[in-house]
C-alpha cells in the first residue's frame, strides 16, 4: 500500500519517471515502487534496509528469543501480542525525543558522532515529533507490516537497485543487505567502511550520483 500511496504521490506532482530512495525501514516501501510500478523508476535505492523476514524467515534468527515468539505469535493473530506490542511502543510517543539518546560525540560510533551534529539532531527530532504527533500507532502499522507478508517478492523488482550498508551499522545487518542483493535480480551492492545507519546523510552525495547514474542511462 505505500508503493501505491508514493506512485499517486508521483502522479499528483506531475512526475511520469522517477528514483525513490528509501532509509531503514523505509526501504521495503521503495521496493514496493520498484514492484508495483518498475515502469516509472529511473533509479532505486534502499539505504541500511530491512529484508522481508516472511519471504526469508531465517533473518529471524538475528532476533532475540522474545522478539521471535512476539512475531510468531502476531502473525498467528494473538490478540495479547498485538496488546503486548502496544504497551512496548507506547512510550516513543510519549518522549520520541528518548529515540536519540545522549549526544556524546563517540569517536567509537559513527552515529551517535553523527547525532552530536546540531543540524541532523535537529532533523532526526523534528522526524521523530511529527511522526508521533499523532501517537504510536503509524509506528505500530510499519511495525506490523515489516514481519507480515510485503504483498510482492524480492524478485518482483525489476529495476535496478542500489543497496547500500556501512559495517558499523548497529541496526541493520549485513545479513539482511546480503539477502537484497542475493534476491533482487538487478541489485548493485555499495560497503561503506566504518558507516553507521546514517549513511542516509553521509553518502546522500554518492547515493544521488548512483541514482542519476541509473536515470541516465
Known amino acids: 500500500d505505500g508503493g501505491a500511496d508514493i506512485v499517486a504521490l508521483a502522479d499528483a506532482l506531475g512526475l511520469e519517471r522517477f528514483a ?16 508495483l510500478a518498475p515502469e516509472r523508476i529511473r533509479g532505486l535505492a534502499v539505504i541500511a534496509g530491512d529484508a522481508p523476514t516472511d519471504e ?3 533473518l529471524l534468527e538475528e532476533e532475540s528469543g522474545a ?10 493473530g494473538d490478540p495479547s501480542a498485538l496488546a503486548s506490542l502496544r504497551a512496548r511502543l507506547a512510550w516513543f510517543a510519549e518522549s520520541p ?18 547525532r552530536a551534529v546540531p543540524a541532523y539532531r535537529a532533523a532526526l527530532e523534528s522526524m521523530f515529533a511529527e511522526g508521533f504527533r499523532q501517537g504510536s500507532a503509524g509506528f505500530e502499522a510499519d511495525w506490523l507490516a515489516s514481519y507480515r507478508p510485503w504483498g ?9 537497485v542500489d543497496v547500500w550498508w556501512g559495517d558499523a551499522d548497529r541496526l541493520s545487518s549485513r545479513g539482511h543487505a546480503d539477502a537484497l542483493v542475493a534476491r533482487i535480480p538487478e541489485a548493485r551492492f555499495h560497503l561503506v567502511p566504518g558507516g553507521g545507519h546514517s549513511i542516509a546523510a553521509t553518502e546522500w552525495s554518492a547515493i544521488l550520483d548512483a541514482l542519476l547514474a541509473s536515470r541516465d542511462a
Do not use: K
Not at 23 to 34: D, H, I, M
Not at 67 to 76: L, N, Q, S
Not at 153 to 160: E, K, Y
Open 20 to 35: 525513490v530512495a528509501g532509509w531503514s525501514s523505509g526501504g521495503p516501501y521503495a521496493l514496493a515502487v520498484g514492484a
Open 56 to 58: 526469508l524467515p531465517e
Open 67 to 76: 522478539g521471535r515468539e512476539r512475531i510468531r505469535a502476531i502473525r498467528e
Open 97 to 114: 525525543d528518548r529515540l536519540l539518546g545522549a549526544a556524546t560525540g563517540n569517536d567509537d560510533e559513527p552515529d551517535m558522532r553523527m
Open 152 to 160: 510482492f517478492r524480492l524478485a518482483d523488482v525489476r529495476v535496478p
